[in-house]
Structure formats: structure tokens, C-alpha cells
């Protein structure tokens, strides 16, 4: 495969106005931190004072196999954890990523740049799109700030404002508008002493008789995400996949039974071209997109410096490597503009 196949092949996609998937490999590169890095810090922070007996084993248990290299969602599936154990792991999780999270809107105040997903929305929109939808498993807002610098408006379920609270898509009519599906939840939701699920933005620490509105990963997930407002939630990023012509995986592995299925099923029942760009291909990504019955392909991770690519491409039965760096979203972006 030539360079210009490849190329041509990711302005192709990229004209068919793609959904864009951001997974955590996105907010890695502005220094979030990754599984790794929250298993180290849930096992220093998570406040484990007056726990139950059988929550003090069950939490043993659990920093046992993350001492001994099983990953953090493995970890929290092999481990029976009840609903308060589940808070307080929350809570622990909301307080690291809450503080990078705000730490990188800080940077944005003096960086414009800082944001390619921003220059790349306001691209998608010089056509005649109207909506563009945006679905991710991350907690963090750097979606939305990144339409914020871009002078865009945003929708995640819930009205404007500091005080914000669940409403439908057409509660505000404008011209342009991105919808970010975050099927997980975000830093900024909470359930009220009311009971019901507000939206708070931007504050450092957990308002009294608020609890935070994240699903972390474990058995708790399951049962959380049919629960308001993430079923809703999970629902209009299933219309929004479904009714998608391609798709741009940004960091995204392909872990997550909330958005996967759909997405696979459209790539492989509808042939709708797929383009992924990440640091390292996942095995789930390589199980279910390189060695699947996906048709239209374009997947590119780092090589072996920042400044090397390798392309798999649809189009080709193997591999090219590229000296320069398309894998990360700054790189893509030198694809398609």
C-alpha cells in the first residue's frame, strides 16, 4: 500500500462525517492518568476506615491481586464488593482524576492549542453538519472544554449553567451543537440529597450529602449503567452509533460492552469504514477489528519512536511503517485537513 492509498483512504472516512469515540487513550495524552495509575492511588486514598469485616477482606483481597500485576478491572470483578466499599472506590477515583482533570482546563486558560479535538470538531463543521456526536467512556470533561475553546456548544444530558439539571436534547435550540455521550458517566454529575442527578461544574471537592456519578470498573458497573441518567444516556449513543455513516476511534481499546457491540456490528454487518488512532492496538482491538470480519479498516499506532506510525489498512494484507508520527490526533489531523 502506497502512502497515498492510505491517505486517501483516511480522507474517504473522514468525509463520511464520523462519530467520534474518544476512549482513555485520549485523555492520556493530555497526562490523565490510566488504569495503572488509578489502582496505585486507590490503594493509598481509599478511605477504608470503619469498613465492615467482610469488606476488610474483600478490600485485602483486592490490593493482593493488584500487588500481584492483575489489572484494576480484572481485580474489581474477581473481588465481591458491596455498595459501600463501591462508594468509597468512587469517591477515590473521582478525587485523582477530578484534580488533573482541572489542572488541564488550568493549562487550556494559557494554551489555545492545547485541544486537537477542538480544531478538529470546528473542521467537521465548515459542511453542512449541523450535529456532531461524540461517544466516550471518560469521566473527564476535556471534550467539552475542547468545544468550549472552540466557541461550540456542548450537550451531555443536561441543561446550561453552574447548576445544571437533566434535560432533553431540544430544550435549547442552536445552529451547531456536539452531543458527548459519556456512557460512564462524568466528574461533574451527582445524585442530590433530593435524590435526583444534578450537574455541577467545575468544583474541587465533593459537595456534603452529594455523591459522585461515575461507574467504575467491577461488577457494581453492570448494575449501575440501567440506572438513570446512564440508561438514557447509554440509549442515545446506541441511536447515535447506529445512525453513524464511519467512526473515529481516538485512544479507544475496544473494553467496553456499552459501546462495542453496536459499533462492531455496524463495521462488520453494514461494512461502515472504521478509522482508529492510539498509542498501542489493544488485543480486543486486533481481536475484533484487524483479525475480525470488519471490511473497512484503518487502524494506526505508534511505532517505535513518537515519530514512527504503523498503518494497517483494509486495503493491504500487511503492515507499512511511516516516519512520522499519524497515531496520535495532532498527527491524524495532518491526514485529513
Not at 135 to 163: I, K, M, P, W
Not at 301 to 328: A, M
Request: hydrophobic share 35%; with cysteine.
Amino acid at each position: 500500500m502506497s502512502k497515498t492509498d492510505y491517505e486517501k483512504q483516511a480522507q474517504n472516512y473522514y468525509g463520511k462525517a464520523p462519530l467520534i469515540v474518544l476512549g482513555s487513550g485520549a485523555s492520556a495524552a493530555h497526562g490523565l492518568s490510566g488504569m495503572g495509575a488509578l489502582a496505585a492511588h486507590l490503594i493509598k486514598h481509599t478511605d477504608i476506615l470503619g469498613l465492615s469485616p467482610v469488606d476488610e477482606v474483600s478490600w485485602d483481597q483486592f490490593c493482593q491481586l493488584l500487588t500481584y500485576g492483575v489489572d484494576l478491572e480484572s481485580a474489581l470483578h474477581q473481588v465481591s464488593v458491596s455498595e459501600e466499599l463501591t462508594v468509597r472506590v468512587i469517591k477515590a477515583t473521582w478525587s485523582l482524576i477530578n484534580s488533573e482533570d482541572i489542572q488541564t482546563f488550568r493549562n487550556c486558560l494559557q494554551d489555545r492549542t492545547i485541544f486537537p479535538l477542538g480544531r478538529l470538531i470546528t473542521h467537521m463543521f465548515r459542511s453542512s453538519l449541523k450535529k456532531i456526536n461524540i461517544v466516550t467512556t471518560n469521566y473527564d470533561r476535556l471534550a467539552e472544554y475542547a468545544c468550549e475553546q472552540e466557541r461550540l456548544h456542548h450537550y451531555t444530558g443536561f441543561s446550561h449553567g453552574f447548576f445544571r439539571q437533566l434535560a432533553p436534547a431540544d430544550e435549547i435550540t442552536i445552529s451547531r451543537k456536539v452531543n458527548i455521550w459519556k456512557v460512564h458517566g462524568s466528574l461533574d454529575w451527582f445524585k442530590s440529597p433530593l435524590e435526583d442527578i444534578v450537574a455541577l461544574s467545575n468544583i474541587d471537592d465533593i459537595p456534603n450529602n452529594y455523591e459522585p456519578q461515575i461507574v467504575t470498573p467491577g461488577a457494581q458497573k453492570y448494575h449501575r449503567t440501567h440506572l438513570e441518567p446512564y440508561r438514557s444516556i447509554i440509549n442515545n449513543a446506541d441511536q447515535a452509533i447506529t445512525a453513524a455513516g464511519s467512526y473515529l476511534c481516538i485512544g479507544y481499546g475496544f473494553n467496553d460492552e456499552h459501546i462495542q457491540p453496536k459499533l462492531i456490528a455496524k463495521c462488520v454487518r453494514q461494512n461502515s469504514p472504521i478509522t482508529i488512532i492510539t498509542y498501542a492496538l489493544s488485543e480486543a482491538t486486533r481481536k475484533h477489528i484487524l483479525d475480525g470480519n470488519a471490511q473497512n479498516y484503518l487502524a494506526i499506532e505508534r511505532g517505535i519512536t513518537d515519530d514512527q506510525s504503523v498503518v494497517y489498512s483494509s486495503l493491504q494484507d500487511t503492515p507499512i511503517t511511516v516516519d512520522k508520527n499519524i497515531w496520535s490526533l495532532n498527527g491524524y489531523l495532518k491526514l485529513i485537513m
